[in-house]
Structure formats: structure tokens, C-alpha cells
């Protein structure tokens, strides 16, 4: 249980991250 929330807390740090990749991406343009 522990290492399932762990992977969903990974998971949602690299959505976060690739949001915040697409948002500078438009952000420079």
C-alpha cells in the first residue's frame, strides 16, 4: 500500500513536470 502510493505520488510529479515542460514550450512562442 505504501509503495502504491509512492508510484501515484512519481506518477503525478512527472505529470507535473511535463505540464510545466508544455507550458514554457507555449510560454517562449
Given at each position: 500500500m505504501i509503495v502504491s502510493s509512492l508510484?501515484?505520488?512519481?506518477?503525478?510529479d512527472m505529470y507535473f513536470?511535463?505540464?510545466n515542460a508544455i507550458?514554457?514550450?507555449i510560454w517562449q512562442y
Amino acid at each position: 500500500m505504501i509503495v502504491s502510493s509512492l508510484l501515484l505520488a512519481v506518477q503525478m510529479d512527472m505529470y507535473f513536470l511535463m505540464s510545466n515542460a508544455i507550458i514554457i514550450q507555449i510560454w517562449q512562442y
